[in-house]
C-alpha cells in the first residue's frame, strides 16, 4: 500500500482524488508527511491572466519532479471551476513525468456528463476549431475523446435548441428482474419470490403516476417522452403491465413524442407484451442481449439464450416498433476483441436502430466484483475493445449521439448511446444533458428540475421499496410542490416577456 500525503489548499484537495487513485490505486493518504511514501505539494496563484499552479511530487529525498503551468481564464465555467482543473492538469502532467505512463484516456476530465461542457462552449458560439484547442489544451484529452465529444454534440444541437420549459419528460422505474446479473449494482429484486410485493409496489406506483400526471396538467405542462425502465419492466405479468399503461394513458394531455419500455431481458418478452406494449402507444423498445456469446450470458447470470434475443428482436421488428435499441456490454468476464467482434457481426444482420455501448462498471454492490478468481480485462485491452466497437459500429451507419460516463468502468472509460439518423432517442439526450424537467417516478428514480435549460434541482425518491411505499404520500406531496413551482416560474417568465 502507497501512503500519500498531499500539501494543498482544503478546496483544492476533492478534485485530485480521482487523478491519484489512477495513478496509485488502493492508496491511502496520510496526515504525517514523514511517514508517507510519495509528498505532493501544491501552490495555486490566481492571476488578473489567469491561474497558476505549481506543484512538486517528491518519492524520496534525492528524487523529486516539479512542473509550473499557467493558463489563460476561459471564461467559460466558473473561476473556481477554471482553477481546479489548471490544478488537475499540473498533477496530471507531473503524474505522467514521475510514472514515465500516460494513465486513463480523459485526461482531467471527471465529469459523468462531458458533454454538458462542450454544449456550453457551443451556446456560446465558440468555434469547433477552438473547442478542439482547449480539450487538447487544458483538458489533456486524447483526440479521439475530443472527437467523440464533437460527435455527440453535433447530433444534440436541434434537439437541445428545441427544449422547452413547458415540457417534462417521465421516468417510470419498475425494480424487479427475472434474476440478478452478476455485474449488476441496481438494486434490483429476483421476482420469483416477490410475487405480493410486486402488486403493492405497482399500486403505489400509479398514484404517483396519477398524482404526477394531474398536477403536471393542472399547471399547464406537457409530457415530451416518457421512459419505463428499471429493473426489468417486462417481467411484470400482461395484466400488471396493462394496469400500468392503461394508468399512464389515463392521465397524458398531450402526444407524446416518444414512448420507450426497457424489455432489458428478452426471456421476459412473450408476443403478447409487445403487443400489449405496441397498443398502448410504446414507440421505441430496448431489448438487450449484452454480448452475442452464449457462453459469456450463462457466466454472467443472465437466465436467456442469444437465440431468445433473436426471437424476441424478430417478434418486435415483426410489429413495427420505430426504435429497437440494444445494449451491450464492453469487458465482460473471459471476453475479448474477437467476441465484441463476434457480436457485433451478427448484431448488425439485425439492423437495430440504436446500439447502446456500455463499458463494464466494477461496482461494489456488484456480484461479479466479489469474484477473486475473476480475471479483468487491462486498460489497454479495453481502449482496444471500446475504440473498435465504436469504429464498427459507425461503419453500420450509427453515430454516437448521448454519452456519460460512470465510476468504476475499466479503463475509466465511456458508455455511449449509437443511432442511425433521425432515430435518436430524445429522452436520452434531455436527461444526460439536463436540459428539460425528468420527473422520476417510482423506487430509486431521480428528478431533474429545469428551467430555462438551467438544472435547478435534482431530487430522489428512496432505494428501497417498502420506504419507498411508507414514504409515499409525503413523495407525492413534494413532488406536486415542484411542479406547481416551475408552472410558477414559466407563468412569471411570461409576464415578464408581456410586460
Ligand atoms: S436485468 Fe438489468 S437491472 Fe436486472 S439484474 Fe440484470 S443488469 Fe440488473
Same mark, same amino acid.
Given at each position: 500500500m502507497v501512503f500519500i500525503h498531499v500539501d494543498i489548499d482544503k478546496k483544492y484537495r476533492n478534485t485530485i482524488n480521482e487523478l491519484l487513485h489512477l495513478y496509485f490505486p488502493g492508496h491511502k493518504q496520510t496526515g504525517d508527511e514523514s511517514a508517507a511514501d510519495v509528498v505532493l505539494c501544491i501552490k495555486v496563484k490566481k492571476n488578473f491572466d489567469g491561474p497558476e499552479v505549481w506543484a512538486e511530487l517528491s518519492g524520496d529525498r534525492q528524487h523529486s519532479e516539479r512542473n509550473n503551468i499557467k493558463l489563460p481564464w #476561459?471564461?467559460?465555467?466558473?473561476p473556481v471551476n477554471e482553477t481546479k482543473r489548471t490544478v488537475r492538469l499540473a498533477i496530471l502532467q507531473l503524474l505522467e513525468t514521475a510514472v514515465g505512463e500516460t494513465k486513463?484516456?480523459?485526461?482531467? #476530465?471527471?465529469?459523468?456528463?462531458?458533454t454538458k461542457i462542450v454544449n456550453r462552449m457551443l451556446d456560446k458560439g465558440w468555434a469547433k476549431k477552438t473547442i478542439k484547442a482547449v480539450l487538447h489544451d487544458h483538458y489533456a484529452l486524447r483526440y479521439d475523446k475530443v472527437q467523440l465529444l464533437l460527435d455527440v454534440t453535433d447530433s444534440q444541437r436541434t434537439i437541445l435548441k428545441n427544449s422547452s420549459n413547458n415540457c417534462v419528460n417521465l421516468y417510470i422505474g419498475i425494480p424487479f428482474c427475472p434474476s440478478r446479473c452478476t455485474y449488476c449494482s441496481f438494486?434490483?429484486?429476483?421476482v420469483g419470490s416477490h410475487a405480493k410485493l410486486v402488486e403493492h409496489y405497482l399500486t403505489a406506483l400509479c398514484e404517483e403516476v396519477t398524482s404526477t400526471l394531474e398536477a403536471v396538467q393542472e399547471h399547464g405542462l406537457n409530457v415530451r417522452t416518457i421512459y419505463i425502465g428499471g429493473g426489468t419492466p417486462t417481467v411484470l405479468n400482461v395484466g400488471q403491465l396493462g394496469r400500468l399503461l392503461n394508468t399512464i394513458d389515463h392521465h397524458l394531455n398531450a402526444d407524446v413524442k416518444e414512448y420507450t419500455v426497457e424489455a432489458g431481458r428478452p426471456d421476459t418478452l412473450e408476443e403478447e407484451k409487445l403487443k400489449l406494449l405496441k397498443s398502448w402507444g410504446v414507440d421505441r423498445i430496448s431489448i438487450n442481449p449484452?454480448?452475442?456469446s452464449g457462453e459469456t450470458l450463462r457466466k454472467v447470470g443472465r437466465l436467456h439464450t442469444v437465440d431468445e434475443f433473436i426471437k424476441a428482436y424478430c417478434s418486435a421488428r415483426q410489429l413495427n416498433f420505430d426504435i429497437i435499441n440494444t445494449d451491450l456490454i464492453i469487458g465482460?468476464?473471459?471476453?475479448n476483441i474477437d467476441t465484441v467482434k463476434y457480436t457485433l457481426d451478427r448484431l448488425e444482420d439485425l439492423h437495430p436502430d440504436n446500439i447502446t455501448v456500455h463499458t463494464l462498471a466494477l461496482k461494489k454492490a456488484a456480484k461479479m466484483r466479489q469474484s477473486k478468481e475473476e480475471q479483468w480485462v487491462d486498460d489497454k485491452e479495453i481502449d482496444k475493445m471500446v475504440s473498435f466497437a465504436r469504429r464498427r459500429i459507425q461503419e453500420m451507419g450509427q453515430q454516437p449521439y448521448y454519452m456519460y460516463r460512470q465510476k468504476n468502468t475499466l479503463g475509466q472509460l465511456e458508455n455511449v448511446g449509437y443511432s442511425l439518423p433521425g432515430k435518436e432517442s430524445l429522452y436520452n439526450i434531455l436527461m444526460i444533458e439536463e436540459r428539460e424537467t425528468v420527473i422520476g417516478l417510482g423506487v430509486g428514480s431521480g428528478s431533474k428540475w429545469v428551467f430555462n435549460q438551467e438544472l435547478l434541482d435534482v431530487t430522489y425518491n428512496p432505494k428501497d421499496i417498502t420506504i419507498y411505499m411508507e414514504r409515499l404520500p409525503r413523495l407525492i406531496r413534494e413532488k406536486i410542490d415542484k411542479i406547481a413551482f416551475l408552472g410558477g416560474m414559466i407563468n412569471a417568465d411570461k409576464e415578464t416577456q408581456r410586460h
Open positions: #476561459l471564461g467559460d465555467t466558473d486513463g484516456y480523459w485526461g482531467t #476530465l471527471t465529469s459523468v456528463r462531458p438494486p434490483a429484486v429476483a449484452q454480448t452475442l465482460l468476464p473471459g471476453e
